[in-house]
């Protein structure tokens, strides 16, 4: 483009309107101001449009898909979720891992505590402290392994299981009050859809 700068030459404006005709698809506004002025006015809209054509090219390459964009606030839409869930959930002075732990004994039954470190992703020397503080608030049982006398297998109290289910109604209480708070009625249809689609997506 620098030979476009102090010349007149048609040969060179010829170029530039080629260059354009083999970007016409691309050409969009940009927002860029121009650097320095065109010195002859034949040249100028050539130049516009091709500068157009090339701020499209950079904006197409450079901007995410809406696709990404949309993974991007669910993730984030979720984890906020979560988050203000987990503190509703009326857990008292239970860590997150003391959580996991009873609702995984709920869900999968007893469990050696190598199992559940692995679930949680810690080492079984890491996992034990968590396990000796459920079982003396009540919410766990410790029994030797039958197949394995070297390991001991936990299982979930009618109090553990009292507590996750005491957690859960706190949560969805919270939640069914902030619908009703900040939706309309007829938006709860919408907000049913867009959860069912979130079961889709996971189902698959």
Sequence with gaps: MDAVYGQSAPEESAAMAAAIAASATSWRPCKR???????????FAVYERLRYARCMTVETETA??????LAADIRVLV???RRQMLERSDLGDLTSTQS??????????????????????????????HLTALERSGYVDKAPDPNDGRQSVY??????AERIRAGRAAREDWLSRAIERNFAAAEHEELARAAAMLVRLLDR
């Design 33 to 43: 101001k121009l650097s320095r002025p065109i010195i002859y006015e034949g040249t």
């Design 64 to 69: 995410p898909s809406s696709v990404t964009a």
């Design 79 to 81: 984890g906020r979720l």
């Design 100 to 129: 996991a732990v009873i609702v995984r004994l709920e869900a999968s039954g007893p469990a050696t505590v190598s199992s559940l470190a692995r679930a949680e992703g810690l080492r079984p020397q890491s996992m034990g402290p």
């Design 155 to 160: 299982t979930l109290t009618k109090a553990g």
